[in-house]
């Protein structure tokens, strides 16, 4: 009974995990690169708390933009401690990039990060999947050097252009 059922089972619950993984980019490769990167200027929200709750705070200074009718370019994220040595919970400033002319909406802050050399990790992979994705990858490299990764350490993410499609996540540490 069990071996007429398996081929069942693949189909309606396997394969559908297989093509939604295969679909947030959860078989691309990361690329670490050793460049130059930013200035950054940024308008962000302060966050302490589970890094699984910071998605909140992203959409809270989202809403902020739309209410001044400004627009928002990339996601910025300076991750300031590792969630892993303080118990799973993150210090963070949470936000989007602003142009060189724009105004920082009401109740915001404004943050800078200079031009500097980086470590650079990026993969193409739905915001979901791509940070432990980049994370994990850039450890790999470090740590064949018998380096780790140092915070502070700044996100980005650049949504797709076009609905359907996936992003582009960078994940940057200073050298």
Not at 164 to 170: D, Y
């Given at each position: 009974m069990i071996k007429k059922q398996w081929p069942a089972f693949l189909l309606a619950f396997v394969l559908p995990i297989v093509l939604v993984y295969w679909w947030w980019g959860g078989f691309n490769q990361v690329q670490i690169t050793e460049t130059e990167a930013?200035?950054?200027?940024?308008?962000?929200?302060?966050?302490?708390?589970?890094?699984?709750?910071?998605?909140?705070?992203q959409r809270a200074v989202y809403?902020?933009?739309?209410?001044?009718?400004?627009?928002t370019g990339d996601?910025?994220?300076?991750?300031?401690?590792?969630?892993r040595s303080s118990g799973g919970k993150v210090r963070a400033r949470v936000g989007y990039a602003l142009e060189a002319a724009a105004s920082v909406p009401e109740g915001l802050e404004e943050g800078h990060v200079p031009r500097r050399?980086?470590?650079?990790?990026?993969?193409?992979a739905a915001i979901l999947l791509a940070p432990s994705k980049a994370y994990q990858a850039?450890?790999?490299?470090?740590?064949?050097?018998?380096?780790?990764?140092?915070?502070?350490?700044?996100?980005?993410?650049?949504?797709?252009?076009?609905?359907?499609?996936?992003?582009?996540?960078?994940?940057?540490?200073?050298?």
């Open positions: 930013g200035p950054y200027r940024y308008a962000y929200l302060d966050y302490e708390g589970p890094i699984s709750n910071m998605r909140k705070t809403k902020r933009f739309v209410e001044a009718g400004a627009e996601s910025v994220n300076l991750i300031m401690n590792d969630p050399a980086v470590y650079a990790a990026s993969v193409q850039l450890h790999d490299s470090l740590q064949s050097s018998g380096r780790e990764i140092a915070m502070p350490t700044v996100e980005i993410y650049r949504p797709a252009d076009r609905a359907g499609r996936i992003g582009t996540f960078t994940l940057e540490m200073d050298r």
